[in-house]
Every structure is written in structure tokens, then in C-alpha cells.
């Protein structure tokens, strides 16, 4: 009985000492957990330890940043085959701009919060009405130009100029026209733009698969077929850097394989 008392002891100040151990992490500890996580590719589990860094601190600016890009990078990878993907997307979506708007208020002469802010929205406002992505497209803008200003050196923030730019070039003339009686005025973007930003986005980090995929396709809207080509193969040949890099290589594949098909 004394024997059988003593182990329920032991087994309470385990579950005491673990208790406080749990406790005892900050933010700061969630976050390195979630960095580590993120390096290995694991967006779901670093997502989850970014959510307790802000729970442990809810004004903490990396950890507002950096859950942000989390939720933007789970919803991107959410398969169309699951059910409700659409749902679940957008609600990862909302949740990132949100955090990302936070992040921004916490620190507003950072890149990283704008930065994200801006990707969050911009992910975001696919999901809704054209009206709204209008509307939406104006403050990313401003977001965008605004990461770049407190740091020139953000690959990101120009990654992000370029592809603005592009999709705004790509609404023509009659829909534009049209598009504003009905919404308003539509900024205006440029293929050549697209390509300048794009260029500075690769001159940063050559190493990043997804510049050089974005960059091929700005570079067919210009009717650059052999640089388009140049950069689809670069994608190919790069090491994977991130989660996202096997699914820019099928994309980057993708592209080759209709570009081989416009010119037979």
C-alpha cells in the first residue's frame, strides 16, 4: 500500500513538472520550434507552433509575421480533391491577411508585416467578387511598395510587384473599359514592369524556383518564347528550397510541355 502510494506521487509530480514545463515556454521558444519546422518543410506543424507563439504573446511581431505566411502556406497546398477545399482555402486566406494586418500594427517599419500582409490579401481577394479585387488590388499595391522601401533587398516584395503587374496588364482595353463602369477604375499594371521587378526578384535570390517560373511567364505575355523557355528550364535544374518548390517544377514542366506544342 506505503509502495503503491509513493508511485502515485511520483506519477502526479510528473505530470506537475511537465505542466510547468509546458507553461514555462514563450513565444520565443514556439517560435524557433516553428522555424525549425519550416525549414524542414513542414508547414502544417509550423503553423501550429506560430499559433502558440502568438497565443503565449499576441503582440508579437514575428510571431504574427510568420503565422501569417503560415496560413498562406497551408491553404496553398490544400488539395482540390479534399472536401470543402475551397472553403477551407479561403478561411486560411482570411486568416493570414488578418494576422498579417496585426503584424503590421505590432511593427509597421518592417518589411516582413507589409510583405505579408500584401501576399495574404492578395490570395485572399481571389476568393471574392471582382469588385472587391479591385478595390483589394490598390491597398496590396501600396503594401507591396511599401516592403520594398524599408527593404530593398525583400526577393519577395519584388516577386510580388512583378506578378501585380502583370495581372493587372493583362485585363484589356474593352474589359478594362468595361470593368470600370461597373467597378470603378482599374489600376493599371505593365508586362514590361512585370519583367523589371521579376528580374530584380532573380537577382536577389537566383536560387528560388518560383522567380524564375513567374518570370517565364511574364516573359511569354511579352511573346518572349526562347527566355520564357531559358527560364521554365532554370526552374528544373534548381535544387527544392522550400514546400512549395516540387509543385513549381510540375508547373515550370507544364509550361515547356505547351510551349513545345505551339511551335511543332
Not at 48 to 61: K, S
Not at 138 to 144: G, L, P, Q, S, T
Not at 192 to 202: D, F, G, I, Y
Request: charged fraction near 30%; glycine fraction near 6%.
Amino acid at each position: 500500500m506505503k509502495g503503491s502510494s509513493i508511485f502515485k506521487v511520483i506519477i502526479w509530480m510528473s505530470f506537475v513538472v511537465t505542466a510547468a514545463f509546458l507553461c514555462a515556454q514563450t513565444a520565443e521558444d514556439y517560435i524557433r520550434q516553428g522555424d525549425e519546422y519550416y525549414a524542414q518543410f513542414d508547414d502544417a506543424r509550423a503553423l501550429e507552433a506560430y499559433r502558440l507563439a502568438v497565443e503565449a504573446d499576441p503582440a508579437n511581431y514575428e510571431a504574427l509575421w510568420k503565422l501569417s505566411r503560415s496560413c498562406v502556406d497551408v491553404a496553398d497546398r490544400i488539395s482540390q480533391n479534399e472536401p470543402g477545399w475551397q472553403e477551407k482555402q479561403r478561411k486560411l486566406y482570411k486568416e493570414a491577411e488578418s494576422y498579417g494586418r496585426k503584424a503590421v500594427k505590432a511593427n509597421p517599419n518592417d518589411t516582413w508585416g507589409h510583405f505579408y500582409f500584401s501576399a495574404a490579401m492578395g490570395k485572399y481577394a481571389l476568393t471574392l467578387g471582382k469588385k472587391e479585387q479591385i478595390d483589394m488590388s490598390k491597398v496590396i499595391k501600396a503594401e507591396i511598395e511599401k516592403a520594398i522601401e524599408l527593404d530593398n533587398t525583400n526577393d519577395y516584395a519584388y516577386h510580388a510587384l512583378g506578378r501585380w503587374h502583370r495581372r493587372m496588364a493583362e485585363i484589356g482595353g474593352a474589359q478594362r473599359f468595361l470593368g470600370g463602369i461597373i467597378y470603378g477604375s482599374i489600376p493599371k499594371g505593365s508586362f514590361e514592369e512585370s519583367e523589371q521587378a521579376l528580374k530584380k526578384a532573380v537577382d536577389l535570390r537566383p536560387e528560388y524556383t518560383n522567380h524564375h517560373l513567374e518570370l517565364g511567364r511574364t516573359y511569354l505575355s511579352l511573346k518572349k518564347r526562347d527566355l520564357a523557355k531559358q527560364e521554365f528550364e532554370k526552374v528544373l535544374e534548381l535544387q527544392v528550397t522550400s514546400s512549395k518548390c516540387e509543385d513549381y517544377k510540375k508547373e515550370a514542366q507544364a509550361e515547356l510541355e505547351a510551349l513545345k506544342k505551339k511551335t511543332k
